[in-house]
């Protein structure tokens, strides 16, 4: 640890820059708000975006975030901060002095398995889903620190990890270091603020020997997700034969994350969609992989019509045990078992799942009608091809095999050809199911494409492309998601019906490219003025809602003249000329009789026009009247 501090102390670790430099060294001040972060943000186009596009993929609220002032609320100050670390590090080291070091391929894993990390979190609620990004995207971090305080040395270390890989980095590193990446990136965390329940298991996943934390404890689920998702990371970066090997591991890992086998697939199609699409706005590259089915079946392709099987031959006669199995070898890449009873032909076919069975009908334990009726109670069992032998033409003996599951029927006395003639229906069977497999493969990747289409075209249909803001019908929904949690909770709930003044005046004096200049910039007064739970919304033309929960109609007043007052306060550059903006606010409260959200808008819209009538530029306070009710007792007859 000695060398790690050391090494933190004389300046040559990586470090943020920029607008990331400034989060990090504003939010450690003790009044640092999140408007002033969003603020500092937004000063940065690339990191705006990203932290947007972070906080909607990791959302499960109908309205997307569209500002930036919401995704830093949304995500929180230190999650904000940590994004804004690791996204300035990838733009400053995509190159460097470290010849052996492949910078690029390590943003690429590091990308991997920081999506692999969010995905979890969303199975695994045990920390936000961008905290979870940030684990991932830094927890290698401490080799590329090795690489740029020690480009030569370091890459020294990796030459000598590829000529022989059978010492870990970890240890080589130490040996010519006196560090390693684990506790390099540990005292970096550390240092960045990371909190120590991330920390501690980003430093020790890495070992195979680690005893490991409390069962079901915090830190030993993130201990898991970290394995799962570097090794997610390795099978993208793998070349195709290593695939199928690293993806059993996964299955068999994610177990202990109670991810069962039948999601892995549809889980890592899903983040691989994603790792592609941040790939491209990253600029980093990345792997274009086949589905996690075909990634399944690499390593033993569709077999043409005479492509090798794997054959299991069950008899418990020795002799002609080893006849059929030399029959079945002969001019053949047929991989062949032996088994010489029904139970270890059971067995054996869970454990090496042959395309073809050939058993007699006299088997010790088990014979071969029972071995085929126990087959077919599986999954597996049923995608097997069952060939049943005997000597006997007993009509109720084949009568019952075929009952029992077998596909066909050989006599012991058949001949190699005869045998090979058989097989060809198996393996016909088994270019079947490898298509059918592909077929299904793809129509998942097209499924997870339309699903992210789906998710974009949603996205747009609710944005108001001029402001950035939520459009009208994002707004109707939101509000109806707040008036019915508002009658839930007995909590209050106003809007704010907001229009520009005199707008018309601007447009006609100044051009339509000038009101648009306006909006904008009012749009953004008002995000930046707002509460941070408040809804601000653009509804049409000038007019602007804003929906407060849990307000009533003098905190709502308080809210309104804060934000007209912003808007008041800070002139628009119009050209080379600055023009004061003014707005008009009326306040409405929902009241017990109102019957729905449509009748609390129109009592803000006649404060508002009260408002303009009064002389614009003013606060008014909506009055709400109960209509009267025509029933037949007030109703007089004459």
Request: charged share 25%; hydrophobic share 45%.
């Amino acid at each position: 640890m000695k060398q790690a501090e050391h090494l933190k102390l004389s300046g040559q670790l990586p470090s943020p820059r920029g607008v990331a430099l400034a989060i990090l060294e504003l939010s450690r001040r003790e009044n640092a708000t999140l408007a002033e972060i969003a603020r500092v943000v937004q000063t940065d186009p690339a990191l705006s975006g990203r932290l947007i596009k972070l906080a909607n993929a990791a959302s499960h609220i109908a309205r997307p975030v569209v500002s930036v002032q919401e995704a830093v609320v949304r995500q929180g100050m230190l999650t904000v901060r940590q994004l804004a670390l690791g996204f300035s590090l990838l733009d400053q080291y995509r190159d460097g002095a470290c010849h052996e070091f492949d910078y690029q391929t390590y943003w690429s894993h590091s990308l991997l398995m920081a999506l692999t990390m969010q995905a979890l979190g969303q199975r695994v609620r045990i920390a936000a889903a961008d905290e979870l990004f940030v684990c991932g995207l830094l927890a290698q971090v401490g080799r590329l620190a090795l690489a740029t305080a020690y480009p030569e040395s370091y890459g020294m270390v990796l030459a000598a990890h590829r000529a022989d890989p059978s010492h870990s980095l970890a240890s080589l590193e130490r040996t010519k270091l006196e560090t390693d990446h684990c506790e390099l990136g540990h005292v970096m965390m550390s240092d960045w603020g990371l909190p120590r329940v991330f920390a501690d298991p980003l430093a020790h996943y890495e070992e195979s020997d680690h005893p490991g934390y409390p069962h079901d404890s915090r830190s030993q689920s993130l201990l898991l997700m970290l394995r799962l998702a570097h090794r997610l990371a390795d099978l993208g970066l793998a070349e195709s034969g290593e695939r199928p090997r690293l993806a059993g591991e996964w299955i068999t890992l994610a177990a202990e994350l109670d991810l069962p086998p039948d999601a892995a697939g549809p889980f890592i199609d899903e983040v691989v969609v994603a790792w592609n699409e941040w790939g491209k706005l990253l600029r980093i590259p990345v792997t274009h992989l086949p589905s996690f089915s075909e990634i399944r079946h690499e390593a033993s392709p569709a077999p043409s019509i005479r492509a090798p099987l794997r054959i299991i031959v069950a008899d418990g006669n020795a002799f002609t045990r080893r006849k059929t199995m030399a029959m079945l070898v002969e001019d053949s890449g047929h991989v062949v078992y032996p088994a010489d009873n029904g139970n270890a032909a059971l067995a054996l076919a869970m454990e090496v799942l042959p395309h073809v069975i050939v058993s007699t009908f006299t088997l010790p334990h088990l014979d071969g009608t029972e071995l085929c009726q126990a087959l077919r109670t599986t999954d597996e069992g049923r995608r097997i091809h069952i060939l049943l032998m005997d000597d006997s033409q007993d009509e109720d003996l084949l009568t019952r095999a075929y009952e029992a599951g077998a596909d066909g029927y050989i006599p012991l006395t058949i001949t190699a050809k005869g045998l090979h003639t058989r097989l060809r229906a198996a393996q016909r069977l088994v270019q079947l199911q490898d298509a059918w497999e592909k077929d299904r493969a793809q129509l998942r990747q097209i499924a997870a494409e339309l699903a992210v289409a789906n998710r974009r075209l949603a996205n747009a249909a609710l944005t108001d492309l001029l402001t950035g803001l939520p459009n009208r019908r994002a707004a109707m929904d939101h509000l109806q998601q707040t008036w019915s949690a508002a009658i839930r909770s007995c909590r209050p709930l106003a809007v704010l019906a907001i229009d520009v003044d005199h707008f018309k005046r601007i447009n006609d004096s100044y051009g339509h490219s000038a009101g648009d200049i306006v909006l904008r910039e009012v749009a953004n007064m008002l995000r930046a003025a707002a509460r941070r739970e408040d809804a601000v919304c653009r509804i049409g033309g000038e007019e602007f809602l804003v929906i407060c929960p849990n307000a009533n109609l003098e905190s709502a007043r308080l809210t309104a003249e804060r934000l007209r007052l912003a808007i008041a306060s800070k002139p628009v550059m119009i050209g080379t000329a600055e023009q004061r903006i003014t707005v008009s606010v009326g306040v409405a409260e929902r009241e017990v009789d109102m019957t729905e959200p449509d009748v609390l808008i129109n009592t803000a819209d006649r404060a508002l026009y009260e408002a303009k009538a009064e002389g614009r530029n003013r606060v008014s306070l909506g009055q709400y009247v109960c209509p009267v009710d025509p029933s037949p007792a007030s109703v007089q007859v004459t």
